[in-house]
């Protein structure tokens, strides 16, 4: 599976979008982007996953570019529940075979109020 | 829906002895269970995947007979941290992947995590 960069913190103000940039420049054809999170001390949560094209659902946006080296993923309005380290993998899907999920470093969100 | 569960949810053993952690889909049946350890501060690091059914595949580097993982029903696999010592002190954290001909299959889902503590 491809390798995802991220950078390691970012903050964000209450009630702003944050955005979290995700690079993953080797990334093939059938590999999918998945953004989960982490509050701390809990067990990680599926934010959304998409291929190509960009994908929106009740918890965020997730933008990838054209050339699908790169991804973004959008908190439209941040609180401050949404503290938590977020990771973006990368991920081939196939049909019933067993996918690992390999976690990177991610990046650390701090909402300030 | 999708709930995952763990027991305990914290644990403290004495070293040498053996400690059993279970992880559970509570509303739906799960094929695949994956197992994964995270030390403070740092990410979670991958130990082994369990197929309902068969042996588990661990991960390069993780002992198989020290962490023995069963995967006895579609609901339920458990992991035994054998002969237990300070250094397996750690947040033990399960996901479950649904049965393959689930709409969403290719998700996993958490549980809480387990953190173990070894004195």
């Known amino acids: 599976d491809a390798k995802t960069t991220q950078p390691p913190s970012m903050d964000c103000a209450e009630g702003r979008a944050a955005n979290l940039p995700c690079n993953h420049s080797?990334?093939?054809?059938?590999?999918?982007v998945y953004w989960y999170r982490q509050i701390h001390s809990q067990g990680p949560q599926y934010i959304i996953h998409g291929l190509k094209n960009n994908e929106t659902n009740e918890m965020a946006s997730l933008i990838i570019t054209e050339d699908r080296k790169s991804s973004t993923l959008i908190l439209p309005h941040a609180t401050l529940r949404d503290t938590a380290v977020y990771y973006c993998?990368?991920?081939?899907?196939?049909?019933?075979?067993?996918?690992?999920?390999?976690f990177g470093t991610g990046t650390l969100l701090a909402v300030q109020p | 829906g999708a709930v995952v569960s763990q027991h305990p949810s914290w644990v403290i053993c004495k070293s040498g002895t053996s400690v059993k952690i279970e992880c559970r889909s509570l509303d739906f049946q799960a094929t695949t269970m994956f197992w994964y350890r995270q030390f403070p501060k740092q990410s979670l690091m991958l130990m082994a995947t369990?197929?309902?059914?068969?042996?588990?595949?661990?991960e390069q580097g993780v002992e198989k007979d020290k962490f023995l993982i069963n995967h006895a029903s579609l609901t339920l696999s458990t992991l035994t941290v054998t002969s237990a010592h300070p250094e397996d002190s750690s947040f033990y954290i399960c996901?479950?992947?649904?049965?393959?001909?689930?709409?969403?299959?290719?998700?996993?889902?958490f549980g809480p995590g387990t953190r173990l503590t070894v004195t």
């Open positions: 993998i990368v991920r081939a899907d196939y049909g019933g075979a067993t996918n690992k999920l390999i």
């Open positions: 080797t990334i093939s054809g059938n590999e999918y």
């Open positions: 369990s197929n309902e059914g068969s042996k588990a595949t661990y």
């Open positions: 996901s479950a992947r649904p049965r393959i001909d689930r709409p969403s299959s290719y998700e996993q889902y």
